[in-house]
């Protein structure tokens, strides 16, 4: 595995050289980062015979080779290892003013990040929301343990044993190969139907959910198709992404790129009805609405289970009431290999980019609650419990 080891300015930069030599040694190929501060604790020296290849300091020293372009771009997975609350601070807000701050940022491969600094730095609620950015960002922190530190008193902020950083690297570098060379086609957003040229029937989806488990699969290594209706929130740029607007486009833009793909996943808030006819003029308030009656909107999800040839189904239900009996029927009826439940009765959960809560069900009576998280971290809750199901039943093609 090629890693970027990145030490920054803090005592425990001196564990980072074992780090780097038990990396070495199990065969990792490593390129070590100092920033500036790293390198008054450590000196570079030590890294480059550890891994018997140039320590790299600075983003001025080879502009030709793009060096944070070129290691971002190379690596199995970036480590910050210790990461001063200067440089998750840094990281969580994107500034980019020396060589590891513009890889992290440069960077599409999992990030570590294992924070050591005193306990009144860590606790403090600015570095206490910047480490909640980054995880809502899908960045993996490696939590500080309780321990004597710098300071000679005990507290928290110590370095988190190798041991845990290991398994946190090798955990977060599985989970990007988890999907490689697999399909995945999420539907997601509302749809509109029109009445007129300026209205239409509509819901208040954002679509979020939906683009938070196209950019999970694309973390796991999954090729993304994601056809979205009308949102303002932003898909990830390395999905293909398909906009549309109605049910009718939504199908026929899902159908299309449904065979071959190995899983699907439903998280649109398609409208269940649209108006029989769309008026080529907009409507004027005294000619009534007499005459305007609905029809019902083609099921995607459904024709999709009608259809499937071994893709891994999954769909959503957002209830208000009865929620797991009518996810239940839904599971049997459009042949789901997989149901996501949400109550959407509540003004704070479902709909929005806010948190939510979701419990999956599947055939034979399995249920695993996922929790009450933000969309992001529920995302990646939902694909492992997915992968896992779809791992037991041995539905792989
Ligand atoms: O039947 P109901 O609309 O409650 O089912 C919800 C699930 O079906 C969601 O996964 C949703 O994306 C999908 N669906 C669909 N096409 C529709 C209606 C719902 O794909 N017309």
Known sequence: ???????????????????????????????????????????????????????????WEAPETIPHIALARAADAIAIVPATANAIAKIALGLADDLLSNIALAARVPLIVAPAMNSAMYEHPATQANLATLRARGVTIVEPG????????????????QEAI?????????????????????TAGPTREAIDPVRFLSNAST????????????????????????????????????????AQEMYDATLARAPGADIAIATAAVADWRPVQTYAHKRKKDEGAEGMSLERTPDILATLGERKNGTFLVGFAAETRDFETF?????????????????????????????SELVLLW????????????????????W?????????RGTRT
């Open 166 to 186: 290991l398994a946190a690297i090798d955990a977060s570098a599985t989970r990007a190969r988890e999907l490689a060379g697999e399909r995945v086609l999420v």
């Open 363 to 382: 055939p034979g009576g399995g249920r695993e609650e996922l929790g009450r998280a933000g969309k992001g971290e529920l995302a990646r809750r939902m």
């Open 1 to 59: 595995m090629r890693i970027v080891l990145g030490v920054t300015g803090g005592i425990a930069a001196y564990k980072a050289a074992a780090l780097c030599s038990a990396l070495v040694q199990r065969g990792d190929d490593v390129d070590v980062v100092l920033t500036e501060g790293a390198e008054r604790f450590v000196g570079a020296l030590t890294f480059a015979a550890l891994t018997r290849k140039p320590v790299l300091t600075s983003l």
């Open 327 to 355: 996810a239940l029927e839904k599971l049997a009826s459009k042949r789901l290999d997989a149901i996501a439940v949400n109550d959407v009765s509540g003004n704070d959960s479902g709909f929005g980019t806010g948190p």
């Open 207 to 246: 679509g979020t959910m939906g683009i938070e488990l196209a950019r999970e699969a694309l973390a796991r290594g999954a090729n993304v198709d994601l056809v979205l209706g009308p949102t303002s929130v932003t898909p990830p740029s390395e999905a293909r992404v398909v906009r549309v607007v109605s």
């Open 384 to 392: 492992d419990a997915l992968l896992r199901v779809r791992a037991e």
């Open 146 to 161: 309780i321990g004597f530190l710098a300071e000679r008193e005990s507290g928290v902020g110590r370095l988190a044993d």
